[in-house]
């Protein structure tokens, strides 16, 4: 079975690189057979359930000169959300007003998406179309697509069809940790310490009476 992304991904110098560096055999079961079923091209319940709870992505597209240009797309977690197994959507917000991405997508569509998971080592990586409709043209979808109460202007509403996805290799990700994660990590951490500090006020007062309690 052909590896979808792969098989997108596999041009000739990429496959004369593999040659020279002796890799070829390695990737030519994912990127041969022609008319054979692929896989990788339709999100499963894993890839929507790791998209979901990403607070970013970075985003590239290519220009009409040919140059290649990443962004970084943020937001709430689940601002990108899985509308279906071939559909992704984010509400596009007002930034710098550059309109790079816009601009490129409307001369080629295609772009390329990482997902990072920092904090347990995990990438994802996705090929799809992309297109933007205004949200004056489309306020239901705009509405749909919208994070509620976060404070920010929906410019349009973001559309992107997968064409495939592959779960890169862990290695040399080095761990970062968002401030939600450390709160969640450091909970037990700062309740120990809590409980240990109320057990020391009570032995002092229980050994110390007389002793007053020191002024925070």
């Not at 709430?76 to 816009?102: C, I, W």
């Not at 920092?118 to 990438?123: I, K, P, V």
């Not at 697509?145 to 290799?169: H, K, Q, S």
């Amino acid at each position: 079975m052909r590896h979808r992304y792969l098989d997108i991904a596999t041009t000739p110098a990429v496959t004369a690189a593999r040659e020279h560096y002796g890799s070829a055999p390695q990737w030519a079961r994912a990127t041969e057979g022609a008319g054979e079923p692929a896989s990788h091209d339709r999100l499963t319940p894993a890839e929507a359930q790791f998209i979901a709870a990403r607070d970013g992505f970075y985003l590239a597209s290519v220009s009409e000169a040919g140059w290649p240009y990443v962004q970084f797309r943020g937001g709430p977690s689940g601002f990108l959300k899985v509308l279906d197994d071939r559909t992704l959507g984010y509400a596009d917000l007002r930034g710098n007003r550059q309109y790079l991405t816009v601009g490129n997508i409307q001369a080629e569509d295609r772009v390329s998406l990482f997902l990072m998971d920092y904090a347990h080592q995990r990438r994802l990586k996705i090929f799809g179309h992309m297109r933007v409709i205004d949200a004056r043209a489309d306020p239901a979808l705009a509405q749909q697509l919208a994070m509620p109460g976060y404070p920010a202007r929906v410019e349009r509403a973001a559309l992107i069809t997968v064409e495939a996805f592959d779960w890169n290799c862990p290695q040399h990700i080095t761990p970062r940790f968002t401030q939600s994660e450390l709160d969640t990590a450091l909970a037990p951490v700062r309740d120990q310490m809590a409980a240990l500090k109320a057990e020391n006020e009570r032995l002092r007062r229980q050994f110390h009476p007389e002793a007053t309690t020191p002024k925070p």
